[in-house]
């Protein structure tokens, strides 16, 4: 058996981690997780009785949606037609109101305050639900597209941003200080040293966004901020199972459509 030579490295071995070989800590976690579960479902107000009673309903409901009716087409037209200039005009427009706030709030090109500033936008952007920002602007504007444009917008700020930060913050730094040395500003340093190098990643992730707006049109439409969801919701209230069950699968299949689009473009980018 031959000796390793005087500077290569040793072979590493993989062991448990302290957590896995330790079985009091590991058992002790079992007990802690089977305890908070008796805990949680004996204090929440499950009303069984209700549910019981929900389970011949909801097989009603379900079989009044089969066969799903797609007779009022020009409904499922409005809609998605709706659905999908919302989206569209949301990831634009979020889109690029992402990347001011994403330079502001990458640590490593912006002084700390403009940092600060930045991040706490984003994190505004990512903090609630877009149906509870959707029922906020609802309120503002009034039922209707505007309200779904502007919540979504509002949405892809808090994603796409917090993204493109992280993406500034790991660019590669000798282009930054090539473009100093050559005396050039600020704003050209930005638009020659650093959009370059994310560039890929945005165009990526705006075709994500769009997958994801797509989606959410359909969720924020139940509150009445325009798009399928307001039909949607029209249907389940006149109990006109058969065409919402024909909507959803419309949805379904919409999305697996902008899935499979998606999905090609960022491959073809990356």
Known sequence: MTRPERGATAPRTWRKPPFIANPWLRYGAWLLLAGYLVWAFGTLPFNWERIGEGLPRAARIFGGGFPPSFQRA?????GFKESFQIAILATLLGVLLSIPFAVMAA???????????????????????PVIVAILFVAAVGFGPLAGILTLTVYSIGFVGKLLAEEIEEIDWGQVEAMRATGAGYL???FYAVFPQILPRQVG?????LDSNLRASAVVGIVGAGGIGGTLMNAFGRYDYDFAFAILLI??????V?????GWVRKKIW
Request: proline residues 4%.
């Open 205 to 209: 992730l705006s075709m994500y966004q």
């Open 188 to 190: 050209a340093t930005l």
């Open 258 to 262: 902008s899935e499979g689009i998606s």
């Open 74 to 78: 020009d409904l499922l037209l409005t």
């Open 251 to 256: 949805i379904i299949a919409v999305i697996l």
């Open 107 to 129: 640590k490593n090109i912006v002084p700390r305050p403009v940092y600060l500033v930045g991040r706490a936008v984003i994190i505004v952007s990512r903090s609630f639900h």
